[in-house]
């Protein structure tokens, strides 16, 4: 049908087929290409979106490269103080120990002081007249007592004094002595607040082999 118009159109002089088919794809050619400009338009949109979304990713991730730097810098300066923090209090308590140290042998010779003066003296004495009775020399070693008091140490035992055996408290110059069974202390033991620094030693016998 479309060909019998174009063949009276053409017969009746008005414009050749060729022309009018110019024409046709002249108008409809436009018509044609709106879809593909419209997609075209549409690429091209999508990939300015794109490119804005990486853009922004770009910028997101180097500011967060960047928060974290500062914070790896604030760790690193934070580590570097603690350190040196360190290194101050130890040095603060060294110097603590040694002034402690220093001042515990101070108040121990203090302490000790007439026991310390007297010994030499004792010894000579001892050495020179050696009938001189024990108990002449016994109020020299007060401040020895005095300063085991000062310092809590508790004493386990009398010299010669019989007790049931206590392997706790006790040790024994033998090894077949049984818990309970009474003994002698030879050298007396001391203890403080519940540790006991040496055990008395004890025995079945008293020195000289005396009951």
């Known amino acids: 049908m479309l060909a019998d118009i174009?063949?009276?159109?053409?017969?009746?002089?008005?414009?050749?087929?060729?022309s009018f088919?110019?024409?046709?794809?002249?108008?409809?050619?436009?018509?044609?290409?709106?879809?593909?400009?419209?997609?075209?338009?549409t690429r091209k949109l999508d990939s300015k979106l794109q490119i804005k979304l990486l853009e922004d990713e770009i910028q997101a991730f180097q500011e967060k490269c960047l928060e974290l730097e500062q914070k790896v810098y604030q760790l690193i300066s934070a580590k570097e103080a603690l350190h040196q923090e360190g290194v101050r209090l130890h040095e603060e308590l060294q110097q603590q120990q040694v002034q402690l140290t220093e001042e515990f042998r101070v108040s121990t010779f203090e302490q000790l002081q007439t026991l310390l003066t007297n010994y030499p003296s004792i010894h000579q004495m001892v050495s020179v007249k050696p009938e001189l009775p024990a108990k002449n020399l016994l109020s020299?070693?007060?401040?020895?007592?005095?300063?085991?008091?000062?310092?809590g140490y508790e004493q386990i035992g009398k010299p010669w004094e019989q007790v049931p055996y206590n392997p706790q408290?006790?040790?024994?110059?033998?090894?077949?002595?049984?818990?309970?069974?009474?003994?002698?202390?030879?050298?007396?033991?001391?203890?403080h607040q519940g540790r006991i620094l040496c055990p008395a030693k004890v025995s079945r016998t008293l020195p000289g082999g005396g009951r």
Do not use: C
């Open 140 to 151: 020299m070693f007060t401040p020895l007592d005095n300063l085991l008091n000062k310092w």
């Open 6 to 18: 174009l063949s009276d159109i053409e017969g009746i002089g008005m414009f050749s087929l060729r």
């Open 169 to 191: 408290i006790h040790q024994p110059d033998t090894a077949d002595i049984a818990e309970d069974e009474l003994v002698y202390i030879r050298f007396v033991g001391y203890q």
């Open 21 to 41: 088919l110019v024409m046709a794809i002249a108008i409809f050619a436009p018509l044609l290409m709106i879809p593909a400009i419209s997609a075209a338009k």
